[in-house]
């Protein structure tokens, strides 16, 4: 399985962008996507994840409200909307697929290389 993340950008402050990603090779529609975000000097960070079908969604406390990830089966491809930008958003954002819909980094056997966003205040 291949993820290829793309969208990462510079964006001001309040702006908007938004990831998507897409997965090729030996995938399923019942796969689990997601991301999870990596800024300089911190741990990487759970973002958002969506079931298989599209159906339910988790989201970290940091982003709920502003960002919103979504799935399009037919094209094996999830994107993620990220509206409100703050400058504590930048990071490297890596998308991620696995067999279930979790929040843990470990609960995912495969990874985008990511995907840089940078917002300026």
């Known amino acids: 399985v291949q993820l290829v993340e793309s969208g990462g950008g510079l964006v001001q402050a309040g702006g908007s962008l938004r990831l998507s990603c897409t997965a090729s090779?030996?995938?399923?529609?019942?796969?689990?996507m997601g991301w999870f975000r990596q800024a300089p000097g911190k741990e990487r960070e759970f973002v958002a994840a969506i079931g298989g079908r599209g159906g339910e969604t988790y989201y970290g406390d940091s982003v709920k409200g502003r960002f919103a990830i979504t799935k399009n089966n037919a094209k094996n491809t999830a994107y993620l909307q990220m509206n409100s930008l703050q400058p504590e958003d930048t990071a490297v954002y890596y998308c991620?697929?696995?067999?279930?819909?979790?929040?843990?980094?470990?609960?995912?056997?495969?990874w985008g290389r990511g995907t840089q966003v940078t917002v300026s205040s």
């Open positions: 991620v697929l696995g067999l279930w819909l979790r929040v843990k980094e470990e609960d995912y056997d495969f």
């Open positions: 090779g030996r995938t399923f529609v019942t796969d689990a």
